[in-house]
């Protein structure tokens, strides 16, 4: 009676640690990385840059993005910074294209750290939806 109960547990166990094996891989994001994203189908095709990469106390993992392309009302824009915790990141990238040398624009991020600002948590695509509405909402 005992090695069936034992037997469940060690196939609940082993499932467990594969679940745990799948989880995103893990990408070293540096300054000047260019990379394609999961995107909704309603965007135009974009790209975003990875501006610079920190670990803040009590958050974590932060990579600051730029998004070359977003719908807003009126036509497209590029959002110039959005912070994002490295875990989403990492589930929202797709292909690396290409390491741009030029120099980023740190402007966003120098407003956003004297702001004290928070950090996406949701994927590029979400955070882009985000800021489409804030920016409708203005207007």
Known sequence: MRRPFTTL?????????????TNPQKHDFIPGQVWTFHLD???PPATLTVLK????????????IAVSAVRVPGGVTRIGHLPMSRAALDTSVLELVTIDSATADLGGYEQWKRAKGGVFTTSVSDAMNFVRQTIERQR
């Open 53 to 64: 990469v920190e670990t803040i106390e009590k958050i974590g993992g932060v990579v600051h």
């Open 41 to 43: 189908p309603s965007e």
């Open 9 to 21: 547990i060690s196939l609940l166990v082993a499932g467990l640690t594969m679940a745990a094996d």
